[in-house]
């Protein structure tokens, strides 16, 4: 998808609050202020509410993009465990890669969105994405060669909800456009598994209730959240009214491309892309 680099970059910063938020400022003590913020609490819970990052008097012009494309959401509803894979009656009926759970929401793929909108604009900036790989203390972030996925609406109407999963990225950066009326909390786990661990004891106690361990947080118009969703399982509860959430994919790595299956179950449809990508393996070892 070709873009011009500059005017995106541009568009974007105009609807940041860089008073609250000065990433067009990474050198300056304010920025360092609020980046040990983040870290604190990425490095703490795996999970940072970035508040009033988007301007009051922008925030409906992120509405009004989401609620455009939304009624071209792919809507499922099916059930999932937490790793999107399908059953495996090898393993005992308590195992996590046997429980599945209601999973009622719609996405809304990236090839859907206005070229020059905000959302690919602020995607897309140059000053957003130092900000991110900042506070998730990486040199560099790349955005997805994914034609899908790069960024997605997560919409979820009324008595829809989010099922325990991780996600297939390391991280996600989001932001809410659309608060539901009552409900549609984020709750999540931090650091439940690591590369290499899956630590399916531990998953096992969250899905039976039994866990500690959940963290519930409820987020505001204009927030962004960053969190390290591969590593801790999340799940959106069912609320009242409608929810929007733009989600942003950023990767440590060049070439991400998401994976047939989970493509498919997200969006009902795949490309070539995804297709040629298949027979390469996640560097990771964890389950997608």
């Not at 910063?13 to 604190?40: K, T």
Request: hydrophobic share 35%; net charge negative.
């Amino acid at each position: 998808m070709k873009h011009d680099k500059d005017a995106p970059s541009i568009a974007a910063l105009a609807c940041v609050d860089l008073e609250r938020w000065p990433i067009h400022q990474p050198d300056s003590s304010a920025y360092g202020r609020r980046l040990s913020e983040v870290r604190a609490a990425l490095r703490n819970q795996g999970c940072a509410r970035i508040d009033g990052f988007i301007r009051r008097d922008c925030r409906k012009m992120f509405d009004a993009e989401v609620t455009g494309i939304a009624p071209g959401a792919h809507f499922s509803s099916s059930s999932i465990n937490p790793y999107f894979t399908q059953d495996d009656p090898s393993l005992p009926p308590s195992h996590p890669r046997r429980r599945y759970s209601e999973n009622t929401n719609g996405f809304v793929a990236m090839d859907r969105f206005p070229e020059y909108g905000p959302s690919l604009s602020l995607y897309r900036s140059a000053h957003f994405q130092k900000f991110i790989a900042d506070s998730l203390e990486e040199e560099q972030l790349f955005t997805f060669d994914d034609p899908l996925a790069g960024v997605v609406v997560n919409v979820m109407k009324e008595g829809q909800q989010l099922a325990w999963h991780y996600d297939t990225n390391e991280f996600i950066v989001s932001l809410l456009t659309r608060k539901p009326d009552q409900g549609g909390t984020f709750e999540y786990v931090p650091g439940l598994r690591r590369p290499g661990d899956e630590c399916y004891e531990e998953v096992e106690n969250v899905l039976d209730g039994k866990s500690d361990r959940v963290q519930h947080l409820s987020l505001e118009l204009g927030d962004l959240q960053i969190f390290k969703g591969r590593f801790s399982l999340h799940r959106v509860v069912k609320g009242k009214g409608e929810r929007h959430t733009v989600i942003f994919g950023y990767a440590r790595e060049p070439g991400f491309i998401g994976r047939v299956e989970r493509t498919r179950k997200v969006h009902n449809r795949v490309t070539q892309t995804h297709i040629d990508a298949e027979k390469y393996a996640r560097s990771d070892g964890l389950a997608d």
